[in-house]
């Protein structure tokens, strides 16, 4: 009598892989990604007086955050689901040409867009912001379709992405606002507040609550049983909607929103650790330590944002960069293994046990710790007007780039050379 399978043998990843895309589409992506976070590093260092001395106004200031934004956050996330959508939600991807074209109009946009705010051009962002628009109505468009397509139940993942897109076209529109106020066509900047709060809730903070619910479990090998995972993602909605009624009623609204983020933060780390705690992998994955420390940093930007400081985002940013550096680390060889398990014999599922081989042990490790050091450095030289802190923050920032890109590239062929690890 066989004896019965362990809970590592019973685990099933609930995705379809053989629904990825070509390589191209989500790598087009995520390697453009890289060249706008390394620009905005180098950007952070030639304006590290303006960042010391919280002149968040300034021109070089806002081109560096949206470089970072719409550059490294948004252009990660879209190659990300490029990939994850058709797998996740069992689709066919989106046609390789219509990938690219979006590609190169969002491109067209965010370039515009720098150069317009390195000049003080303003017509020129306003032109950019305007094909950036469209870039994400037609991006829209396409995940939409292709959840429509999807003959899975409707749960928290799917009404994640939704409110995710919907979110990432609010971030737009209130752009439009804010351009309009550069051109003098508005008064003032009386929606900066909740264009920040909707880019960082409403579109990547959702989104990665979203996405999580998937990676967190897959990298522990946790069936995550008994988890409301829709609770985080909620609350953070409701944050950011109490950001929104605050530009109608008074800012004090804003405190309430910030509560609200602060409590879904709080229970998505303990939802993270009990999904740890459910896992049956027989070792433990290091890229929690960088996830964690992302957290770490997450929950300093909540309660920094409950007496609205300016430095709950600059948190909120290495948070961020930490938490898709880490992912990152397992993502980008996953990808390759697919595309590599597609050629080969035998089925598309082998490529879960290549990846094993091919991702970097200690990378997350590494990042966790460069996440943590680049925040306190940048807030230490904002509370002490220091840009030499700035410049060494920057330096972290970029010297990251260069390990994340190096340490995967030096995993996957080592990984290639000794093959997949035996299945369990």
Do not use: C
Request: overall charge positive; charged content about 10%; hydrophobic content about 60%.
């Amino acid at each position: 009598m066989q004896n019965p399978p362990s809970g590592a043998e019973r685990y099933k990843p609930s995705i379809n892989i053989a629904q990825s895309p070509r390589i191209m589409a989500p790598l087009l992506y995520l390697g453009t990604a890289y060249v706008f976070l390394a620009a905005a590093a180098w950007m952070l260092f030639r304006y590290r007086a303006d960042f010391a001395r919280g002149a968040y106004g300034g021109p070089g200031v806002i081109m560096t955050v949206h470089l970072f934004t719409l550059g490294f956050l948004s252009m990660t996330a879209l190659g990300i689901l490029n990939q994850w959508i058709p797998v996740v939600f069992d689709v066919p991807p989106l046609a390789s040409r219509r990938v690219v074209w979006n590609f190169v109009l969002y491109l067209a946009g965010i370039l515009g867009f720098a150069f317009g705010f390195a000049h003080q051009w303003w017509p020129l962002v306003a032109v950019s912001g305007s094909l950036l628009a469209i870039a994400i109505l037609l991006w829209s468009a396409g995940v939409l379709s292709q959840l429509g397509q999807s003959a899975k139940q409707k749960e928290a993942v799917y009404w994640g992405v939704v409110a995710a897109v919907l979110g990432f076209n609010a971030v737009w529109i209130l752009g439009l606002f804010m351009a309009a106020s550069f051109l003098g066509w508005w008064p003032e900047y009386q929606v900066l507040r909740v264009h920040i709060a909707t880019a960082l809730g409403a579109w990547m903070g959702i989104l990665v609550l979203t996405v999580q619910q998937k990676l967190n479990p897959m990298f522990s090998m946790s069936r995550a049983e008994g988890i409301r995972f829709a609770v985080p993602p909620l609350l953070v909605a409701g944050g950011v909607a109490a950001t929104w009624i605050s530009l109608f009623t008074w800012t004090g609204v804003m405190h309430v929103g910030a509560a609200l983020w602060l409590i879904g933060i709080a229970i998505s780390i303990f939802q993270g650790i009990a999904v740890l705690r459910q896992g049956k992998a027989k070792q433990f994955d290091r890229v929690f330590i960088g996830v964690g420390s992302a957290w770490v940093l997450f929950l300093g930007a909540g309660i920094l944002s409950l007496g609205s400081s300016p430095l709950a985002v600059v948190l909120a940013f290495w948070g961020f960069l930490t938490l898709v550096l880490s992912y990152q680390g397992r993502i980008l060889p996953f990808i390759v293994a697919v595309a590599v398990a597609k050629r080969l014999p035998g089925p598309v599922y082998k490529a879960f046990f290549m990846a094993q081989a091919m991702h970097p042990k200690n990378l997350p490790v590494i990042v966790g710790i460069g996440g943590l050091a680049g925040a306190a450095l940048m807030v230490w030289g904002r509370e002490a007007t220091q840009p030499a802190m700035v410049a060494v923050s920057a330096g972290i920032a970029l010297l990251l780039v260069m390990l994340q890109l190096g340490g995967i590239a030096v995993a996957m062929q080592v990984g290639r050379k000794q093959g997949p690890p035996a299945r369990p």
